[in-house]
């Protein structure tokens, strides 16, 4: 069995034997698996306490001090107006950082898609608004009350905390 360079994953070489060569394939497999899959994650929201959710999906993966992140969050129950939103990432965030990706929320109905995800601390991130509109500010917390029904959606990538 050979290795690759970059990764170490065992192949067959064109010596082995092919009565070994499903085992050997099925090695290669799991090695590969192993390495690029996408772990899950179930987070909660703060919006001035506690708001009830569900995590629809959230998969993350982490390639040596980054960590990418994508998660989709339905509401279940409601949260405080006028303060931020908030929600916890399943590995530590470097505090040198700050603006991470960006994200979506659906409320009753309406959506903004031009949601700026920051680091909040070393575990949270904070959503703000990057579109000026009629009933929110531009570059503040969002002031919309979540509710059920309602929807959070990001991607970030950010430098885990080390």
């Known amino acids: 069995m050979g290795t690759t360079t ?8 064109s010596t082995d034997y092919v009565a070994d060569g499903a ?3 099925e090695n290669l497999a799991d090695a590969i698996d192993a390495d690029i899959k996408y772990a899950t994650f179930t987070t909660s929201v703060d919006q001035g306490g506690g708001a009830a ?3 629809v999906y959230f998969q993350y ?5 980054w960590v990418f992140c994508q998660a989709r969050i339905q509401m279940t129950g409601s949260g405080v107006g006028n303060n931020p939103i ?16 960006t994200g979506r929320i659906l409320d009753a109905g309406t959506r903004y898609d031009t949601v700026q995800v920051f680091a909040y601390d070393i ?11 009629t009933t929110q500010p531009y570059g503040q917390d969002p002031n ?12 970030i990538a950010y430098r885990r905390d080390l």
């Open 86 to 101: 908030r929600v916890d990432v399943p590995v530590g965030i470097d505090q040198t950082v700050s603006a991470l990706g």
């Open 6 to 13: 970059n990764n170490g994953w065992p192949y067959p070489e």
């Open 23 to 25: 085992t050997a394939i």
């Open 123 to 133: 575990n949270t991130v904070e959503f703000v608004l990057t579109e000026k509109n």
């Open 61 to 65: 993966q982490q390639v040596d001090e």
């Open 144 to 155: 919309m009350a979540l509710a059920a029904g309602d929807e959070i959606w990001f991607q």
């Open 53 to 55: 959710s569900s995590t």
